[in-house]
């Protein structure tokens, strides 16, 4: 099933992301639907609150980009209960976009290297330490959990460049590809 987008303006995207109990019946079923939805927008990584789910839930499947980053062969991951650990190392910029901020791009600045602990599907518990594009993935879906978004990085004044775009987004004025799900006042 392919959810619809929650879209820029919803409240639920700024909220911090509830943990998920290893007993949640519908679990596996969110995680396969959260593939397809992001295999049908075009996206690399997708947060369960870009699809109305306030939970600890992020999947990532950047094997597309594989070309322009060869160790990005075969990343396809899930993300449970994630806590980010460290963040360190140069801070270097990217553009990056969202499925719930559609036609925005900015460049992002991160720190290259991470130390994050997560659940995989099977609840596994893992340890483990990321660096480049593979961090900065992780990171700007972490952010999701913590009602955090990619343009809370950027300097006040290109996020005033980009207000007339964000109020566009809130009402709905945009076109997509995919379905945007957005917010009623
Ligand atoms: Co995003």
Known sequence: MIYPITAYGTPLLRK???EIAPDMQELPQIIENMFETMYKSDGVGLAAP???KSIRLFVIDASEMSDEDENLKGFKKVFINAQMEEQWGELWSF???CLSLPDIREDVKRNSDIKITYFDE??????ENFNGIKARIIQHEYDHLEGKLFIDHISALKKRLIKGKLNAIEK???HT?????????
């Open 95 to 97: 553009n990056e976009g």
């Open 16 to 18: 911090v992301s509830d």
């Open 122 to 127: 099977n609840w596994v518990k893992h340890t």
């Open 177 to 185: 590809s995919y379905r945007l799900n957005v917010y009623k006042k």
């Open 50 to 52: 870009q699809v109305g």
């Open 172 to 174: 709905g004025k945009v």
